[in-house]
């Protein structure tokens, strides 16, 4: 069966440090990833997604970035952190075909001080 | 355009009673339509999804008809459990794309 893996569970950093979460897929191959912000009691907001190795497609202008190394594997980047980045950080995989349910990692609760 | 709207929360019920939790969609394309529920500090997970008109998902007691006539896909269940106590997404997939568009999110409190 297919898991997700999403570290660390949580995080704490200050303003200007830099930030790498990680997030890996097992038990499937070629899959879409996704990197979701959950804004504390609002819903969703779509970063990244990913439909192969190498290829990152951005949905909102800001201060991270993706990258997928190997097929499974996706990171979420930020070289400097402001406090706006503190929020709940979901990791998400999808079947290729257009009409694949997503499945969630557990997430990364940032907070920047 | 792609969007979904659902109704505002929180809503609180008391064990046992009937829920519905509203959601409309825009209606571009044949998108597929989907439930999450996320319990607290976890990820979301797949309640149930329907891929076409008059399609009935369903799972755990909770329901939802595709209804192509009013663009909508309420989540239902006859009797709530506390542990229903949750935050619950509608959802769609982006026409002609990969991406999932979610509403606002919904949030349950059950009552013993």
């Known amino acids: 069966s297919q898991t997700i893996h999403q570290w660390p569970a949580t995080l704490v950093q200050p303003v200007g440090s830099p930030l790498s979460l990680e997030c890996t897929v097992e038990?499937?191959?070629?899959?879409?990833l996704y990197w979701y912000r959950q804004a504390a009691g609002r819903g969703l907001q779509l970063l990244f997604y990913?439909?192969?190795?190498?290829?990152i497609s951005s949905e909102v202008p800001q201060n991270l970035s993706a990258s997928r190394p190997q097929d499974r594997q996706f990171i979420l980047s930020s070289k400097k952190l402001l406090l706006s980045d503190s929020g709940f950080y979901l990791c998400?995989?999808?079947?290729?075909?257009?009409?694949?349910?997503?499945?969630f990692g557990n997430g990364t609760r940032l907070t920047v001080t | 355009g792609n969007s979904v709207t659902q109704m505002e929360g929180p809503v609180t019920l008391s064990e046992e009673a009937f829920l519905t939790i509203n959601c409309t969609y825009t209606a571009t394309g044949y998108p597929s339509l989907f439930w999450y529920v996320q319990y607290p500090g976890e990820g979301l997970q797949l309640l149930l999804k329907?891929?076409?008109?008059?399609d009935k998902g369903s799972n755990k007691g909770f329901e939802a008809t595709y209804r192509k006539e009013t663009t909508s896909f309420h989540l239902e269940k006859g009797s709530v459990q506390v542990s229903d106590s949750a935050v619950y997404f509608c959802a769609r997939i982006y026409t002609g794309g990969f991406k999932t568009i979610f509403g606002a999110g919904t949030r349950l409190f059950v009552k013993a």
């Open positions: 038990g499937t191959s070629n899959p879409n």
């Open positions: 990913s439909v192969g190795i190498g290829q």
């Open positions: 998400a995989w999808s079947e290729g075909n257009r009409d694949s349910p997503l499945h």
């Open positions: 329907a891929t076409k008109a008059d």
